[in-house]
Structure formats: structure tokens, C-alpha cells
């Protein structure tokens, strides 16, 4: 795959196409400058144009960035992703306060002036959306940031927020930010995640709205790296060790033994094959990572194939 190959999806308030792969930011450091140069240069170098950061992410991936862009002098054909008002270990932060202070401190350390979508990293069901979207409206009219979006939201509370935005004037969120993979958790891998079963999926194919989906190969469950009998990474067994994934993982590696993939590719590919647009945020190590999680742009799956992957359908 060659520069300015990679698909795209639009996003409402963002000039130009979002990359359907989006860079994750938490494998980069100020520390290790030549190695963040080779993945975001790779990453450029395949068509890519998005990268994900968050203000809980901390300063070292955000610095490497900036010093990257301000390098390569190319801020103006990215789009960059910031998230904030994340919860701290006093509880909950969604206030005007914390959404404004993080989002300063974000673009301090990226060395620019804006995001181009501002997302809140996590909700409080217990502050009204008038008062979030209102919040954001200033980030908006401060050219803080293009476009707004959120993570680890229901369905339920982003609709409200939506239909409080369109009947009161205000920007909206433009898209939504949950996991999405193949592989289905057993229960949050973090403190108020949120994953999309089977009526989250349901809402995006009614609403249309894009999702970016953070862990979208499910922690490299599809690798090979995991198995029934091998219980070193709790955190694996926790999230993902289940009768029904070793199914789907078993299926995977079928398929993708009869289309010449891997099963990490099929699993991608699942995500991204959605009947609404998608985008997989991911975490590559090194080009060669990188590289193979773009193998997942080329397979083409039919929705009966997708369907029996997610265990929707015998066969």
C-alpha cells in the first residue's frame, strides 16, 4: 500500500477525510524521538492523516508529536484528535473548568492551537448535556477545536445530546468513540468504558454516525498471542477469555486461511466493514506492525461472512 492509498471516511465540521486507520499516540515518548519519527513517518507515508490523543495520555506522546509536526512543518494535512475532562482520583471532572484546562495543556504540548475534534473522554450522567454542549460551544468559538465528539458514551446520552444541540443551535457531536471489535469483553478493560453490543451497532446503523473505535483488535487477541491454556496476561483473561471469542478466534483463522489473510486482518476488517462508517484507532510498535494492520483495509468481507464471524449465524 502506497502513500495516499489508505479509505477515508467524512466527519462532519473536518475539511478533509479521516483516515480509516487512526494513529494511536500512547506508544509515542519525547524520549525516544527517532522512534516516534519512524512510526508517524510510516504512518504518513501510507496515506495516513489522523492521530489520536487524550490529556490523560500524559505529556511525553503529546510533546513527540509536536516536535514531529513542528519538523515536518505538516500540521495543516493532519487531523488531530484531543480528548479531555477524564476523571481524576477525586471522581468525575465534567466542568467547563476541566474540559478548558485540559484542552489548553493538550495544545500547549502539541505546539499548536487547535484540535480538529475535541472529544470528552468519558461521561457524568449526573451533569445535563445543555450544559456540556454549551461548554463545548466555547471551545468551538475560540477555534480550540473543529468538531466535537465523545468516548465511552451510550447511545441513549448521546442522542439526548444531539437533539438538545439541534433544538438549541449548538454544535453536536459528530462522532462517537466506544470499542468496537470482534472479540467481545466480558467487562470493561477500563473503569467506565463503554463497548458496542448488538443494539449499540443497531443505533450507528439507524443514526449514521462515525465510529472511531479505540482497541478495535481487541489487545492482539487475534495475533496468536493468547490461548485457552495460557493465563500470564490477567488483564487478557479478565477482558477477553471466553467461550464465544475462542469461537470467533476459531472462525477468524478459518476464514482467513481461505481469503490468504491472517486472522488479525479479518478481525480488523470486521470492524471497519460496518453498515455505517468506521475507523479503527490503532497502536502499531514499529512499521512492520503498521503495515500489518493495513492488510485489514484489503479484505473484503460479505455481511453473511461478517455475521457468522460474530457468531450471528451457523455454519
Given at each position: 500500500m502506497t502513500r495516499n492509498t489508505m479509505s477515508s471516511?467524512?466527519?462532519?465540521?473536518?475539511?478533509?477525510?479521516?483516515?480509516?486507520?487512526?494513529?494511536?499516540s500512547m506508544m509515542l515518548h519525547e524520549d525516544r524521538m527517532?522512534?516516534?519519527?519512524?512510526l508517524l513517518d510510516a504512518y504518513m507515508d501510507v496515506g495516513g492523516n489522523t492521530i489520536d490523543?487524550?490529556?490523560?495520555?500524559?505529556?511525553?506522546?503529546?510533546?513527540?508529536?509536536?516536535?514531529?509536526m513542528q519538523q515536518r512543518r505538516n500540521r495543516s494535512s493532519l487531523t488531530l484528535i484531543g480528548k479531555g475532562a477524564h476523571p481524576d482520583e477525586n471522581g468525575p471532572?465534567?466542568?467547563?473548568?476541566?474540559?478548558?484546562?485540559?484542552?489548553?495543556?493538550?495544545?500547549?504540548?502539541?505546539?499548536?492551537?487547535?484540535?480538529?475534534?475535541?472529544?470528552?473522554?468519558?461521561?457524568?450522567?449526573?451533569?445535563?448535556?445543555?450544559?456540556i454542549l454549551e461548554s463545548l460551544e466555547r471551545q468551538i468559538e475560540a477555534g480550540r477545536c473543529r468538531a466535537l465528539g465523545v468516548s465511552n458514551w451510550t447511545t441513549m446520552r448521546l442522542e439526548e445530546a444531539n437533539d438538545y444541540a439541534l433544538s438549541h443551535g449548538l454544535t453536536g457531536?459528530?462522532?462517537?468513540?466506544?470499542?468496537?471489535?470482534?472479540?467481545?469483553?466480558?467487562?470493561?478493560?477500563?473503569?467506565?468504558?463503554?463497548?458496542?453490543d448488538g443494539d449499540y451497532v443497531a443505533w450507528h446503523e439507524r443514526s449514521q454516525l462515525p465510529l472511531l473505535s479505540w482497541s478495535s483488535q481487541a489487545g492482539g487477541f487475534f495475533t496468536g498471542r493468547y490461548a485457552p491454556d495460557r493465563?500470564?496476561?490477567?488483564?487478557?483473561?479478565?477482558?477477553?477469555?471466553?467461550?464465544?471469542?475462542w469461537e470467533r478466534l476459531r472462525r477468524a483463522r478459518q476464514l482467513a486461511e481461505s481469503k490468504g489473510y491472517d486472522a488479525n486482518s479479518i478481525a480488523l476488517s470486521y470492524v471497519l466493514q460496518?453498515?455505517?462508517?468506521?475507523?479503527?484507532?490503532?497502536?502499531?510498535?514499529?512499521?512492520?506492525e503498521l503495515h500489518s494492520s493495513l492488510r485489514g483495509l484489503e479484505v473484503e468481507l460479505t455481511q453473511k461472512e461478517a455475521d457468522w464471524l460474530d457468531l450471528l449465524v451457523d455454519g
Open positions: 471516511v467524512r466527519i462532519a465540521g473536518i475539511d478533509r477525510p479521516v483516515s480509516r486507520l487512526i494513529m494511536g527517532e522512534h516516534a519519527i519512524e490523543t487524550a490529556h490523560v495520555y500524559g505529556a511525553a506522546g503529546k510533546k513527540a508529536l509536536g516536535r514531529w471532572r465534567m466542568t467547563l473548568q476541566a474540559m478548558e484546562q485540559d484542552l489548553h495543556e493538550s495544545l500547549e504540548r502539541l505546539q499548536t492551537d487547535y484540535v480538529d475534534i475535541y472529544m470528552l473522554h468519558r461521561d457524568d450522567l449526573s451533569v445535563s448535556v445543555g450544559y457531536f459528530a462522532c462517537n468513540s466506544p470499542n468496537l471489535s470482534l472479540a467481545k469483553p466480558n467487562e470493561p478493560r477500563w473503569a467506565g468504558c463503554v463497548s458496542a493465563m500470564d496476561d490477567q488483564e487478557a483473561v479478565r477482558v477477553y477469555y471466553s467461550d464465544a471469542n460496518q453498515r455505517f462508517p468506521t475507523c479503527a484507532i490503532i497502536g502499531p510498535n514499529s512499521p512492520a
